[in-house]
């Protein structure tokens, strides 16, 4: 089996993001903007943790692929691409937690 990465997904997205045929889901969430985007990203996330406080681990499983795709929707309006969060997990991770949090901005 092939490795399917966050990186193929955010390629779909962005692919998917400038169908104009109108048979493109993800087109048009992007469409109707960052608002509605998020609104979608915040129920996923709500599914996902029904889903994990009720010991539903298959539900848990596609709730987390409904978020993960939202989450990207997202990033796509925003202008952020993956490798930018992934940088910012390596920069947390080079050190510990209470270090990081730490270095956070007051407010």
């Known amino acids: 089996m092939s490795q399917f990465t966050l990186a193929d997904l955010e390629r779909i997205v962005a692919d998917r993001a400038s169908a104009t045929d109108g048979s493109s889901y ?3 969430l992007v ?3 960052q608002t509605k985007a998020a609104q979608k990203l915040g129920e996923e996330a709500v ?4 889903a ?3 010991g539903d681990r298959a539900g848990v ?3 987390s692929a409904d978020l993960l795709y939202h989450l990207l929707v997202v990033w796509k309006i925003a202008g ?3 490798d930018d969060v992934l940088e910012e997990l390596r920069r947390r991770t080079t ?3 209470l270090e990081e949090k730490a270095g956070r901005p007051k407010g």
């Open 26 to 28: 993800t087109a048009s």
């Open 31 to 33: 469409a109707k903007g």
């Open 47 to 50: 599914e996902t943790v029904i």
């Open 52 to 54: 994990a406080v009720s």
């Open 61 to 63: 499983v596609s709730e």
């Open 80 to 82: 952020v691409p993956l």
């Open 95 to 97: 050190q510990t937690g």
